[in-house]
């Protein structure tokens, strides 16, 4: 079955620590899409990415960085520099021509202690 | 940025009510598209409405996009225990963007 990988659900660190969180998709999409969710919040985006080696900023990239090498993979990391970092991360994936029909995973809880 | 703003917050429904979630903006949107969050999962693709004035149905739920294209609504008529989650609206931030801005969404309980 075609779906988007994250890993790990669930994952606790301590303050000062770098976290990379994984995302793999399998539904030949092109585009792949970083968001935070905080509770009673929206989603946010981080980062987007069309292509590979390729990728841009969302509205709350600070913080964050990501690399796009392989079509299939969009790995985030949260480094220390990320003030708040406690949050859901979901990554999503969707077509270039439609792009507003997102296909997301099952997030990743990143706890900060 | 495009701001889409999401009312009620929170809806809290008898079972067999029905339940309705509004989303507004202040700029004309392209398309608006719905999602539905069950409780301790992830956002999943409701529907996509693109015409002005354009109204869809799935189900117990009818979506509609206003005349000025600035407003949508999801209904849902006699609410079961199933429908619980969080709806968000969500739409693009510019012409041609890839960047999707979400509602802050509307979380629906439903009294068994």
Known sequence: DGGITQSPKYLFRKEGQNVTLSCEQ?????????????????LRLIYYSQIVNDFQKGDIAEGYSVSREKKESFPLTVTSAQKNPTAFYLCASSLLRDREVLTFG???RLTVL | GQQVMQIPQYQHVQEGEDFTTYCNSSTTLSNIQWYKQR???????LIQLVKSGEVKKQKRLTFQFGEAKKNSSLHITATQTTDVGTYFCAAPSGAGSYQLTFGKGTKLSVIP
Request: hydrophobic share 25%.
């Open chain 1, 106 to 108: 099952a997030g990743s």
């Open chain 1, 26 to 42: 399998n539904l030949n999409h092109d585009a792949m899409y970083w968001y935070r969710q905080d509770p009673g919040q929206g």
């Open chain 2, 39 to 45: 409780p301790g999962g992830h956002p999943v693709f």
